[in-house]
């Protein structure tokens, strides 16, 4: 059984990643809510799913502070987040 997982591990590890895609119509969609994010509500350590290198690849919602976004990402890191995303359901 854990030869199985280990070979189900390294298969996954050559797959070929994908830009992350959301269902984003207006800029209000990028507030995140228990209803568009019911996965990650709540879940404050966003790199857990979301890997740094595979966000913020294409402007889908045509805004200029989009430029910035991955900058912002690789020196802030996931403090950056809630500046366009919200607080993701935090008091």
């Known amino acids: 059984m854990r030869y ?12 070929t990643k994908q830009h992350e895609n959301y269902k984003l119509n207006t800029e209000a969609d990028l507030i995140l809510t228990h209803q568009n994010h ?10 857990l799913c ?3 290198d595979n966000i913020h690849k294409e402007n889908r919602l045509n805004l200029s502070a989009f430029d910035y976004a991955q900058i912002l990402v690789e020196q802030s890191g996931l403090q950056s987040c809630q500046g366009c995303h919200g607080k993701n359901g935090a008091q």
């Open 38 to 47: 019911p996965h990650g509500f709540q879940n404050y350590q966003c790199f």
């Open 4 to 15: 199985l997982f280990i070979l189900m591990f390294l298969i996954g590890c050559d797959s």
């Open 50 to 52: 979301h890997h740094p």
